[in-house]
């Protein structure tokens, strides 16, 4: 986590102090990294709730593309295959709570 609100006060981690973070190559997470940095213009304090969503891509990624599945049911296929979905639209949210509120397949069914 690199920025939270306690008690009145912002708290972060200024990764603007470590430029290593953006010369990585190789992984997905690099790239995340840039993304954040260019849509924050390297501010860290203030909050832009779209670098959630470039993070909640980058895990959705990993489980979709890098992590295997074997032996699932007819059920669980249909997750993962509405889940592969979920990721290629959530680029198309602005903000975390805009994922919660209106994503399809976040909602519960009863």
Sequence with gaps: MSRLYKEGCI???NLASDETLF??????????YKKMKEHNKNEWR?????TNVLWIHYVSDKLTKMKE???LDAENKAVLRNFR??????????SASHII???SFLKIEV
């Excluded at 010369?23 to 995340?32: K, T, W």
């Design 23 to 32: 010369e990585g190559e190789g992984d997905y997470q690099f790239e995340v």
């Design 69 to 71: 599945y074997p032996n």
């Design 11 to 13: 708290v972060y981690l």
């Design 101 to 103: 509120k209106d994503c």
């Design 85 to 94: 979905v979920f990721n290629k639209d959530v680029l198309s949210y602005t």
């Design 46 to 50: 203030r909050f832009s709730p779209f």
